[in-house]
Nanobody, 115 residues
Framework: QVQLVESGGGQGQPGGSLRLSCAAS????????MGWYRQAPGKQRELVAR???????NHADSVKGRFTISRDNAKRTVYLQMTNLNPEDSAIYYC?????????WGQGTQVTVSS
């Protein structure tokens, strides 16, 4: 059974930082491309950042220079370091694992940025 369990969400302040984690089980983690997506109320789910199985990354323009995705294959975990938060970053953040036809999602973690 595949499980992606996100943690680290919560309340953040404008200009502040949060780090999200996603622990994976039930997959050969090192083979999978991992990603973080987010969905704000009334909006479509959007890609935030992605990291390939060999460590190549890409980040959405809206978070470039502020957010950083990374992975630790030994811990089967992918991270999203978020800095310089702003209220527009408020959303549910979802972890994704993808490999060819396989596509798995976590349950999501809420991030709210407000003063």
């Amino acid at each position: 059974q595949v499980q992606l369990v996100e943690s680290g969400g919560g309340q953040g302040q404008p200009g502040g930082s949060l780090r999200l984690s996603c622990a994976a089980s039930g997959i050969i983690f090192g083979f999978y491309n991992m990603g973080w997506y987010r969905q704000a109320p009334g909006k479509q789910r959007e890609l935030v950042a992605r990291i390939t199985s060999d460590g190549h990354t890409n980040h959405a323009d809206s978070v470039k220079g502020r957010f950083t995705i990374s992975r630790d294959n030994a811990k089967r975990t992918v991270y999203l370091q978020m800095t310089n938060l702003n209220p527009e970053d408020s959303a549910i953040y979802y972890c994704n694992a993808a490999l060819r036809g396989d596509d798995y999602w976590g349950q999501g973690t809420q991030v709210t940025v407000s003063s």
